[in-house]
């Protein structure tokens, strides 16, 4: 058994017996591991309220080698998500990219998913309300590209053939990206119009100014990587918070 000390957010916490909590972890040195957390519910556990969901911090661990739970001995907490628990649109956006690193990064180190998880968390607390659903959508695109799975746009995803730099594109969901004209007419495509084109760059660029989009545009693009999750990464997996996000049943029409 190896101590290990490494920066990580907390992805989920469920109760364990009457003392003590499972905890999910993104790590940056150690991929999404599982820990016990022994006495965090006791009333002077030396965890406090540290172990809350989307908190960021410093895990210490012993990594048991031929098990998949390990022993979470403490947890320094840096940063509590009180700019994401204060508004809905940004706490459902955040548990978004929590499943998705929960069920589809790896258990080995990976630290470009966990760079842009913390990344995407500290910008959806703090960016201005107007923005918010936009750069939610950003996050999850930014989080679906740093796994391996970003849709190609700059040539045909089939055969490498041109797409047009300009205007509406033709994109197919299960082939992964932009057509050629020929294989569009094979397979089929939808046409992403260029404004959407254009935002869905934007997505994709992290250095990218904000992208401004009505409602419409705003629930079509949601739309468009929920079912790209689900296909590319999710395999049938049942993914409540993406449908929470998606069917955004929560909010005003």
Not at 5 to 32: F, M, N
Request: charged content about 25%; glycine content about 8%; proline content about 7%.
């Amino acid at each position: 058994m190896a101590p290990v000390t490494t920066p990580a957010i907390v992805l989920s916490a469920i109760r364990y017996s009457e003392t003590s909590k499972i905890v999910r972890l993104a790590t940056r040195d150690h991929g999404v591991q599982s820990a016990i957390a022994k006495g965090a519910l006791r009333p002077r556990s030396r965890f406090g309220a540290s172990l809350q969901p989307l908190s960021e911090g410093v895990a210490h661990l012993v990594m048991h080698p031929l098990r998949e739970l390990h022993l979470l001995t403490a947890f320094d907490v840096g940063r509590v998500p009180i700019g994401l628990a204060e508004d809905l649109e940004r706490y459902a956006a955040a548990a978004v990219l929590a499943e998705v690193v929960l069920r589809f990064s790896p258990s080995d180190p990976h630290p470009e998913s966990y760079d842009t998880l913390r990344r995407a968390l500290v910008s959806l607390a703090t960016v201005e309300r107007e923005d918010a659903e936009a750069e939610g959508l950003r996050a999850v695109w930014l989080l679906v590209a740093s796994l391996g799975f970003a849709p190609g746009l700059d040539e045909c995803v089939r055969d490498g053939g041109i797409v047009q730099p300009e205007g509406d594109l033709p994109f197919n969901l299960r082939e992964g990206g932009a057509l050629c004209p020929q294989c569009a007419a094979q397979v089929g495509a939808t046409q992403l119009p260029e404004r959407a084109r254009r935002a869905l760059v934007a997505f994709l660029d992290p250095d990218a100014a904000p992208v401004r989009l009505d409602g419409r545009d705003v629930r079509a693009h949601r739309r468009l990587v929920a079912r790209f999750v689900r296909f590319h990464l999710g395999e049938g997996a049942a993914l409540p918070a993406l449908d929470f996000w998606e069917r955004r049943s929560w909010a005003a029409r």
